[in-house]
């Protein structure tokens, strides 16, 4: 049993990967995107004084292109199959359909990581810039466990966008207030007060955080740890949130027997 469901979340993270590399809209965010990105923000740091801007410059463009490819491909991807009448078909093979979607989250996931190299890449080439990462230990397990909520927060997206028939809007609608909201671009200190708790029950909020604390040299780990135990938390409660979303998907599937356009 465990092996039948690592060889389908396997072969549909591959063919998931493929299918997105083909669609010029994906390949823009992947490839174009973030050298865009990598610029704009590379002129903004420059000026900020801060010794080690350039590893900000190519975090920050990796996590907003991370989320870009995340968002778009989770609803997109659900809007894909119910317009091409195979989001049903998907439903009703023998796999469980949060296998499924998991599989296809996660080849999302690993293509978007690919910016964070070609960002590397246009700092290096074009600005000779240095990307310093001071606590490495941290930053792998800040890394890991962003990793792991984004793949949470997508399956989140992913039901929410399968329930609704709205999703592009959604979808539209998502991606520029978390660069805003979670402080990828800029610190949520400059944000009004009452929209932080808007921020700290987003995941990305803790992530962005957590890795730029890990580029630096961290002078205070009880910050970090706190970090670490509110961003599982999170991500737990995602899961938990997707898992709920999905069974009640599959009593509304089995209620009203479609799950096609209209």
């Not at 996590?63 to 091409?84: K, N, V, Y």
Request: proline fraction near 4%; include cysteine; glycine fraction near 4%.
């Amino acid at each position: 049993m465990i092996n039948n469901t690592l060889i389908t979340i396997f072969d549909t993270c591959k063919l998931q990967m493929k299918h997105s590399v083909v669609r010029p809209t994906y390949r823009y965010c992947l490839i174009f995107q973030p050298i865009i990105y990598t610029f704009i923000m590379y002129m903004m740091f420059k000026v900020s004084g801060q010794r080690n801007f350039v590893s900000f410059v190519v975090l920050g463009t990796g996590i907003m292109t991370l989320w870009s490819c995340i968002c778009f491909s989770s609803a997109g991807d659900i809007q894909r199959e119910r317009f091409m009448g195979t989001l049903q078909v998907i439903y009703a093979t023998p796999t469980n359909f949060k296998i499924i979607m998991f599989g296809k989250i996660l080849g999302n996931t690993i293509l978007g990581l690919v910016p964070f190299g070609l960002s590397f890449v246009v700092v290096k080439v074009f600005f000779n810039g240095d990307v310093y990462i001071e606590s490495p230990l941290a930053f792998i397990i800040a890394g890991v466990l962003t990793i792991v909520s984004f793949i949470s927060i997508s399956l989140l997206l992913a039901a929410i966008f399968t329930l609704s028939r709205s999703s592009r809007i959604l979808m539209n609608c998502l991606e520029y207030p978390i660069y805003i909201l979670c402080g990828i671009l800029f610190p949520i200190n400059i944000l009004p007060k009452h929209i932080h708790p808007l921020s700290y029950i987003l995941s990305p909020t803790w992530a962005v955080k957590m890795l730029r604390m890990s580029l630096t040299e961290i002078n205070d780990w009880s910050s970090f740890y706190k970090s670490i135990v509110v961003l599982t938390i999170i991500t737990i409660i995602y899961f938990v949130a997707s898992n709920f979303l999905f069974d009640v998907i599959d009593k509304k599937t089995r209620k009203n027997g479609t799950l096609e356009v209209y």
